[in-house]
Every structure is written in structure tokens, then in C-alpha cells.
């Protein structure tokens, strides 16, 4: 697009997300770099209104809100050249029309794996402090723990499970590497070269799961990740044993797990479940050996501007005629969109 005019661009995500992901300085960026319809397309592409702003659209910045990208939406933008993705997966945006009609697809999911990361390293490293089980404690007794109670406690040469190398467990590993951690990690794209180039030893997910103290998910939700710690496999986690999802809720059977947990065997930070949110009446909401919060890990808050930040360089390099810095790929899109 270098040397041409402006590309007209049109946003395809719920409107309430637009301040925080382009506060004014950064909206005022993007509109040196095109031509920018100034309403938000959001819920039916079939809409008489948005099919006319898709019509001259060859950029759609999307984002949380926008509906599936299928034949008709793309009958209906027949320039469309790219869609550049200001929020994490593209799994449920993008289908194989897309990609038959060659349309480059940008996505911020490494931007937004940062917080998620953040967030992990955390849970991490408060438990193994035993942060909440000493919180609960404390809350009765009003009295600092024993020695015996704090035996046990600490991060020195604990051992963290990494399951996924996706952009998110990249980054975790990149973050663990200053504490005393021996990570292990599982994933099968990755081999023992690699791994250790991550500073993580590659291992099946069995020898993972039977030998760390904190176990940590972050595959993909396909249809071979679903359910992937069923009860045989939580019932290989140690006594004692932590278990973090910040991934997707649908890796775990949750009726396992419940009974896991609510027999005390396991402790569980679960920032995603299966169903979202849970059930009133679901035990995990009072358990003391359960930590559960409502999918706050990802982008919050000031973090949006981050991925808004992404979708502009990445708008600029493409009027530039430059190669996106955050493509996906058809070929990837199966193991890490």
C-alpha cells in the first residue's frame, strides 16, 4: 500500500472497549496511517448500515464483540486486504474463507499474553509462599504459622509444570528464569533443544504431571486439548499439589477436578472454569483450597492500550509495505492463534 492513498479502515468490535484500546494520542496515530470510519461495527454484519461501512473497507481492526468473519461478511467487503486482530486468539473470528481469499490477519495475542504471563508468575510464586492456605489460616487464628506449618513452604528449588508452549507459556518461561524454579515443560512441538533453549526440560505430559509441584496450563483449546487433565491424569499430580488455568476452562473436567479439590488432595487458581462463570451453587466458590477469579489474567484496564499500540505499528507497517511483525499464519493457526 506504500505510495497509495490512505487505506480505509473500519472498526469490528463492541464500542466500549474503543477508548481504552485507542485513548486519543493513539486513535490520532492511526489516523495518520488511514482513513478511519468513525463508527464501530458491532453484533450483525447483515445490517444495512454496517454492510455499507464493510463495503469500502481493505482494513477491519477487530476486536472483543466482533462476529465470525464467514462468506458473507466477506461477500460484503470485497476489498477487504486485511484484518488486524486488537485482542488475543483469532480461532473464533477467522474460518477458511479468510484464508482462501488471502486476507493478511494481524493479532495482538502476544501483546496480550504479557499480563497473562504476569499474572501466572504470580500465582506461581505465591504459592509456593502457601500464601492462601497461610491467608485462611491466619484469618482463624489471628496467629503467625509454626515451623511446622511453614516446613514445607518456600520457592527455592520448587518445581514448576509448564504445559504449552504457546505465546503465553513462552513468556512465562522467559519470566521464570530468574527464580529458583526447575521447570518442566509439555508440549509436543517442542523438542529437547528447544526446551533448553527456553530454559525448561521437555518432557511427556505424564512425567509433567506426576513430578511438579505447581502445574500450569497453556495449550490451545482444540479438539485434542479438550478435557486434556481428565481424572486419570489430575489424580498422577502430587499430594499437595497446585494446579494454575489461566488458559481456557474446557482443558480440564471440571467434575474431576471438583472432586479433587473438594476432597482437599489438590489446591487449584483457576482464573478460567467450565462453565464460565461457574454455577451459584458450585462448591469451588468457598473452597479454602481454591483460588477463583472472574478471566481477569488477560488485558485489563490500562494493559488494552498495549494491544491497541500493536494494531497501530502494525497498520503502519502495512502502508509501508512492510512485513507485519505479528502475522498469523494458516499454517500456525492451529497450535498457537
Not at 132 to 158: C, D, K, M, V
Not at 218 to 223: C, D, Q, S, T
Not at 263 to 285: K, N
Request: charged letters at 20%.
Amino acid at each position: 500500500m506504500s505510495g497509495a492513498p490512505l487505506p480505509r479502515a473500519v472498526f469490528a468490535m463492541d464500542p466500549v472497549h474503543l477508548p481504552l484500546l485507542f485513548p486519543a494520542p493513539l486513535l490520532a496515530r492511526l489516523r495518520r496511517t488511514a482513513e478511519i470510519d468513525p463508527a464501530p461495527v458491532a453484533g450483525d454484519f447483515a445490517d444495512p448500515g454496517v454492510a455499507a461501512a464493510l463495503s469500502g473497507a481493505q482494513v477491519l481492526i477487530t476486536g472483543w464483540g466482533c462476529p465470525r468473519l464467514d462468506d458473507d461478511v466477506l461477500a460484503a467487503a470485497p476489498g477487504l486486504r486485511a484484518v488486524l486482530h486488537a485482542a488475543g486468539s483469532v480461532r473464533p473470528l477467522v474460518g477458511e474463507a479468510l484464508w482462501k481469499r488471502g486476507v493478511t490477519v494481524s493479532s495482538a495475542a502476544a501483546a496480550n499474553a504479557v499480563p497473562v504471563a504476569e499474572f501466572t508468575l504470580a500465582m506461581i510464586l505465591l504459592s509456593g509462599k502457601d500464601a492462601f492456605a497461610h491467608r485462611e489460616r491466619y484469618r482463624r487464628t489471628h496467629a503467625r504459622p509454626s515451623a511446622a506449618q511453614t516446613a514445607g513452604t518456600g520457592n527455592l528449588g520448587r518445581r514448576v509444570g509448564v504445559v504449552g508452549a504457546s505465546r503465553v507459556g513462552r513468556r512465562l518461561l522467559e519470566l521464570l528464569r530468574p527464580h529458583d524454579f526447575e521447570v518442566l515443560l509439555h508440549d509436543p512441538c517442542v523438542d529437547a533443544a528447544e526446551g533448553a533453549a527456553l530454559g525448561a526440560r521437555p518432557v511427556p505430559l505424564e512425567v509433567l504431571l506426576r513430578g511438579s509441584d505447581i502445574v500450569t496450563l497453556h495449550a490451545p483449546e482444540v479438539p485434542g486439548t479438550r478435557h486434556l487433565l481428565n481424572r486419570e491424569r489430575l489424580a498422577m499430580i502430587r499430594d499437595g499439589g497446585v494446579l494454575i488455568n489461566t488458559s481456557r476452562g474446557a482443558l480440564v473436567d471440571h467434575g474431576a477436578l471438583t472432586g479433587e479439590l473438594v476432597a482437599g488432595r489438590l489446591s487449584a487458581i483457576l482464573d478460567v472454569t467450565e462453565p464460565e462463570p461457574l454455577p451459584a451453587d458450585s462448591p469451588l466458590h468457598t473452597l479454602p483450597n481454591v483460588f477463583l477469579t472472574p478471566h481477569i489474567a488477560g488485558s485489563l484496564g490500562n494493559e488494552l492500550e498495549r494491544l491497541g499500540r500493536v494494531v497501530v505499528e502494525e497498520l503502519e507497517r502495512l502502508t509501508a509495505g512492510l512485513p507485519l511483525a505479528h502475522e498469523v499464519r494458516h499454517e500456525d493457526f492451529s497450535r498457537i492463534a
